[in-house]
DNA sequence: AATGAATGAGGATTCATTCAT
DNA sequence: GATGAATGAATCCTCATTCAT
């Protein structure tokens, strides 16, 4: 068993654990011991390595925010330079398989909620909004012109509206689905006469 | 004076109170203390009346639900029988000055995570949504005939979505712009190629 | 058994305690769960009447301060006008079978630490610093004109002396020994040529 | 370099650090891993050399009551065979400016509780105690006789009494002043009728 | 009806100490 | 020699809930 270098990897298993915890009980209510247990570790190392259990939330929140990140970054690359490749692109991104877990809607929600209380959590949704926004208009201008900004924000609304839904959904989350429904949503509002 | 009849009041006063410091806290941790206080009471009191934090709870969300029901009914009954007027309705009743006040927003926001642990808020959640729905394809059907269900997914999606939204933005909500935002997409909706 | 009006018998009897656990363990090492299973109630009782364990400690000091004040202000009065007759008052107060316990002397010396630490401790200390300064010199004045300044920092730094080393002697504290010994030295000084 | 011959080096630094730590907290409530860091080394290794936080409590005790009793040697030597000399170069050498620091004197302060707790602490100040007063009496007794035993008793206390007023003083310690003002006490005792 | 009194259960956090490398 | 890794045991404090008055 290796003894050195063991931070990232400790850390790497909290994140994952504190998302799971967080999927598993709905709700932001999960000691730190639960977290620490499902990591495989006491209480105390988590405290080692974070600190504090909001700076283990926050940490959760920001491997969410990167994955998304990172899943529409590659669906862009795949779409290449055509607008309505890369709007699809986007909304597609935002419903992999990985992002649409359970787990990770309801945490998700959860950090919505976070985000009221902590500012340094506020700050995180914000960039992520920020992001999703500027990737929207980039693709939307050349097919919308003045109605850009107004179809960015519906459908920044229409997937954060989708996600929460599924929050209270009974059965598995269907991204495929999803993207489908907000897809076609765009679609209509680019064919609008303007 | 008589001490008869106090029962009503008493639980009304506890339920603004507990939407009063759910809004001021961003979230349900908030104490029974807190609220009692706040109600002008003992914490004792309020178990007395509720019989435990969950009831309370739901209690408030009873009362949100409730006066976002009625407005939204108001609405409907000025409305009239023309299905465009109702559906606009629907919408505007949504975003009441009542309804759309940041704390009760945050309520909002906060109870949707409320329900995926508690089986009875979930319910009532699920009520609301489905009243919702009805009431939307009730003015959609005849006009949009086929296209009805998922326009009224898309609308409720949307609706929440900007709800959530708002939990985050930094002004005040301006519930009319948000109407206005959601009309302008049902319209465009509605005017698309079927 | 009465259900009202316990807060000042509660909050007299963890202030006992408080100082008798010090006592006992000779630090200030001691937890709130002791002191309050030593006052008879719960740790969170004693939370509840104190808000923290520091407020305890507090109280505590208060509370050995303000004794020590009622027996020197008692012996004061006895010894009516005759300067001489007021210092000895003053340093046989000092020196009580209640202030000259092992318990208190411990406790006494810990909360010297504390002050240390804790503004508020350190300000209930100077308070007594200051009174007792202030006794001594309007005793001294009359019998030692300018050397009464001096004599009665002596005074007083000679009596925290004595208490300090009296924490670490290990017979029973002998107070009319110690204040023999004090006013051995305080006539000397009244003799001593100006 | 070589590692050999680091145990000494890293003692001392820990000791060293342990009085700073101890000054700047004002108390005992000081962890091994701050000690360790002001060290300059981690705590595993403070304890691999001390076994415990104990004994380097323990060790910084000893090392203030070597150079205590160092100093007083120093000085004495200086004095020669004149025993009012002598008493005077004891009473300095207690108000050295190494010994009289502001760190110190919260050490020695907190020290004096540690010792109503850990026994081997209540030996190294006992040891201090019987050499001051061994110190005392040799002196004393060729200029007071009979009266020797309680003026070493008084001078103790009087030592004593200074240092624990000084850790609440305000400004920095006046070592100088202070033995002055001792000395000026003695000085009156000596000369008063036998 | 109303409340102060009271507590058990739990939770975040700290820390001395041990161990494998 | 030196340290990062790791944890069990504590400790303060909070809070929902119950009870006697």
Same mark, same amino acid.
């Given at each position: 068993?290796?003894?050195?270098?063991?931070?990232?990897?400790?850390?790497?298993? /909290?994140?994952?654990?504190?998302?799971?915890?967080?999927?598993?009980?709905?709700?932001?209510?999960?000691?730190?011991?639960?977290?620490?247990?499902?990591?495989?570790?006491?209480?105390?190392?988590?405290?080692?390595?974070?600190?504090?259990?909001?700076?283990?939330?926050?940490?959760?929140?920001?491997?969410? *925010?990167?994955?998304?990140?990172?899943?529409?970054?590659?669906?862009?690359?795949?779409?290449?330079?055509?607008?309505?490749?890369? *709007?699809?692109?986007?909304?597609?991104?935002?419903?992999?398989?990985?992002?649409?877990?359970?787990?990770?809607?309801?945490?998700?929600?959860?950090?919505?909620? *976070?985000?009221?209380?902590?500012?340094?959590?506020?700050?995180?949704?914000?960039?992520?909004?920020?992001?999703?926004?500027?990737? /929207?208009?980039?693709?939307?201008?050349?097919?919308?012109?003045?109605?850009?900004?107004?179809?960015?924000?519906? /459908?920044?609304?229409?997937?954060?509206?989708?996600?929460?839904?599924?929050? /209270?959904?009974?059965?598995?989350?269907?991204?495929?689905?999803?993207?489908?429904?907000?897809?076609?949503? *765009?679609?209509?509002?680019?064919?609008?006469?303007?």
């Amino acid at each position: 068993m290796p003894k050195v270098g063991m931070e990232p990897i400790r850390k790497a298993a /909290l994140v994952r654990a504190t998302i799971t915890e967080i999927g598993r009980a709905g709700s932001l209510d999960v000691t730190v011991s639960q977290i620490a247990r499902r990591a495989g570790m006491s209480a105390a190392l988590a405290h080692h390595y974070f600190g504090s259990k909001e700076q283990i939330f926050l940490a959760a929140m920001r491997h969410i *925010l990167s994955i998304y990140g990172a899943e529409v970054r590659g669906a862009l690359v795949a779409a290449g330079p055509d607008p309505r490749a890369r *709007l699809e692109a986007i909304v597609r991104g935002s419903f992999t398989r990985t992002n649409f877990r359970r787990e990770v809607v309801s945490a998700w929600l959860n950090f919505y909620t *976070l985000a009221q209380t902590v500012p340094a959590a506020r700050r995180l949704l914000t960039v992520y909004q920020r992001r999703l926004h500027s990737n /929207l208009m980039h693709a939307l201008v050349p097919l919308a012109a003045s109605r850009a900004q107004p179809i960015a924000e519906a /459908l920044a609304a229409m997937i954060d509206g989708v996600y929460i839904r599924e929050a /209270l959904a009974s059965g598995a989350p269907d991204g495929m689905a999803a993207a489908d429904f907000v897809i076609g949503f *765009l679609d209509r509002e680019l064919g609008a006469a303007p």
